[in-house]
């Protein structure tokens, strides 16, 4: 047992711990990582298909994507690592007047965010993403500087940053219980060993419940589950991320990309939500999901799937995170609750976490900080999920 307490101990190395843990060990703290998996990202970072968007209509959130995109698209000149990253941006379609209003609607919130994101008509989205299916096309908005990379070489990317500043990693470590002192955290305990620590934050993605629940703090984060695939490698033909927003009998939206390397990756959500934390693949969704995709692109008509995988969303009831320190209890942060954007978040969130926790909080920290408090109204839902 090592007897100095750590600054902070982060449980979970996941989309929000891992860049967390490099943003706090660059500034200068002691950190501990630990995570129940045999190595980084193997919770639902390694199940996200890697989109990247700033492009929402949440101020939190845009603030906190805009500071990801930063990070995501320089890592490769800053750092040295290939994480992936391509800038192909997002489409959003409209096929029916419906979905015509909704983006056209949310544009009016997203631009003055400074959101570099437009409606185009059918042939100028044509231009852009021409293998779309013409027919019935309406037209849709268009954000370049939104993107994609690979979640698992990113949080390999970032642990070997937090590592190079100092922070220690303890894998297949699940944590046991949050010792509480008081009104103070005062470290966790896993099968192996007991850690001291400042503060413990709390990053445990879907089982963020279970882990607050140690601390006595109730955090509402459910877990759902949602699957996705990848296809053979095909020469590139489509930039953008295609979102389709139209719900049918059985799904919402579903969206889908050409990965840097070739392949299709693609995803769909169930409706209605299937809660819960089970991983195992169903036979519903490749028929489901293919048909919608065939319908707006048909020339998918003969690619190969390879995979399909499941995951967990760890959702909150307003579609936002639950994010900063937790009244009455001192040295306890939650970063949890990303939903289906944990990934794109994570990095963003770090920086702000950061600035938070070494008391240099600007106006935008200050405003994400209280957009985003366990103590609020969980009434208001986002439009754009
Ligand atoms: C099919 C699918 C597609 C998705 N696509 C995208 C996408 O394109 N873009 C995007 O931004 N997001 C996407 N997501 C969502 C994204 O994967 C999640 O929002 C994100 O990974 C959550 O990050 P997290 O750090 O909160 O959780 P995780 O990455 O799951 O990390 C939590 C960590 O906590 C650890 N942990 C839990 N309990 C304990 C314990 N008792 N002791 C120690 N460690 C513990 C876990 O092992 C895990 O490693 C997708 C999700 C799915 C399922």
Redesign the pocket.
Known sequence: MRNQPFDAII???????TPLAWQLAEAGMDILV????ASV?????K??????RATHSDPAKIRICLKSIEIFSEWHSRYGDDIGWLQGGYAFMAYRDREEKTLKDLLSVQKPYGLDIDWYDRDDLLEIIPALNPDGLLGGTFSPGDG?AS?LLSALAFERRAREFGAVFKYD????EILVEGSRVRGVR?PKDTYFGGMVIN??????R??SALAGVDVPVTPD????GITEPVAPFLKPMVVDIRPVEGSANYYFYQHHTGQIIF?ITPNPPIVGTDTRETSVFLPQVTRRMLEIMPCLKNIKVRRT??????NTPDGAPIVGEVEGLQGYLL??G?????????PGLAVYLRQLITSQMDNDTRMIMEQLKLDRDFGKKEALK
Do not use: F, K
């Open positions: 449980i979970g190395a996941g989309s929000v711990g630990v995570d129940q998996y990202g193997q919770g639902s970072n199940n996200a298909i890697g989109g990247i994609s979640p470590e699940p944590v046991l896993t990053a445990a993605g879907g089982w963020a279970e882990i589950c949602h699957e996705a995803c995988w499941r995951g967990q969303y760890p970063a949890v990303m939903c289906g954007q944990g990934y794109m978040l994570g």
